[in-house]
């Protein structure tokens, strides 16, 4: 595992620009060009650990069947102020409505902008009415450092809602409740790997948000299971600290490592299935 501090230089990160995929806490070098084809390198802006993934595609601009890759560049660090970032999946509040857009908070330094037409099947006639408090699951569209983030409830391949919108519910039907988590925990969550919330509804039904920004929307049958599940996020939050059987072995190949770390950083809090069982209460 590399750990890497703020400035640290990741070096030959990929033979062109466009073969990098940035994640969080990492940017190109200083005085690289958007056409650049070789000596491409990244700096960390965070400290933490410093991960790396390939994804092998084929290359759709040639006709032959040869194959591009994708270097993914990322940290993992564990930081307590959540930044905005592209595509990350958020839960926050309408504070302000106007004519064209909602001003929502994400419970950071910043709040984002809704507009009114960024659902799905919404025209000038046809919009969400939001009121004054409602929870939203958004998606972030523009994060740029010199103007507030904005945000958008429909999803840019399929052009469908997938889940985003309004957080709904029924105060005489369900139970509904926003936890705050870690950050580190909210982005295992949003991983396919992470198998936490799966093993919860083997025991009773639930619906859950993510969002990235540290905040998990559940919403249950009972107020029991709600209670139930903040119990076992909190546990999960503290079993994130203990992971040292998890790190990766000193054994392990150098092609390997980037693997190991991937998939050590995607199990970060999850639970066993005996553990779930004694926090959920019997009836």
């Known amino acids: 595992m590399v750990i890497v501090l703020p400035g640290d230089v990741i070096p030959d990160a990929a033979q062109s620009v466009k073969d990098i995929k940035q994640g969080p806490s990492v940017l190109l070098s200083p005085g690289t060009t958007p056409d ?7 700096v960390a802006i965070r400290p933490g650990a410093l991960g790396h993934v390939v994804n092998t595609h084929k290359d759709r601009k040639r006709k032959s069947n040869e194959t591009a890759s994708t270097q993914g560049w990322w940290v993992e660090c564990d930081a307590h102020r959540y930044v905005s970032s592209t595509d990350d999946l958020v839960i926050g509040q309408v504070t302000a409505r106007g004519a064209e857009s909602y001003t929502v908070s994400l419970f950071s330094a910043h709040a984002a902008t809704l507009p009114v037409l960024a659902f ?3 025209t000038r006639r046809n919009r969400p009415n939001l009121e004054i408090g409602a929870l939203v699951y958004a998606r972030i569209v523009h994060a740029e450092p010199w103007t507030e983030p904005e945000l958008s409830c429909v999803d840019a391949v399929t052009n469908k809602a997938e889940a985003m919108g309004e957080l709904k519910y029924d105060p005489e039907t369900c139970a509904t409740m926003v936890w705050p988590v870690s ?3 909210a982005h295992a969550l949003n991983r396919r790997q992470h198998t936490l919330l799966s093993k919860v509804a083997k025991h009773f039904a639930f619906e859950a948000a993510v969002g990235a920004n540290g905040l998990v929307w559940t919403k249950t049958s009972f107020p029991q299971h709600t209670i139930a599940l903040g119990l076992i996020l909190r546990a999960a939050d503290k079993a994130r600290h203990h992971i040292s059987s998890m790190d990766v072995d000193r ?10 770390l991937h998939t050590r950083l995607g199990l970060l809090g999850d639970l066993s299935a005996d553990e779930i069982a004694r926090l959920i209460p019997h009836e």
């Open 251 to 260: 054994e392990t190949s150098p092609d390997q490592e980037a693997r190991t």
């Open 36 to 42: 650049q084809t070789e000596n491409v390198s990244l």
């Open 183 to 185: 950050l580190a925990l």
């Open 120 to 122: 799905e099947g919404a």
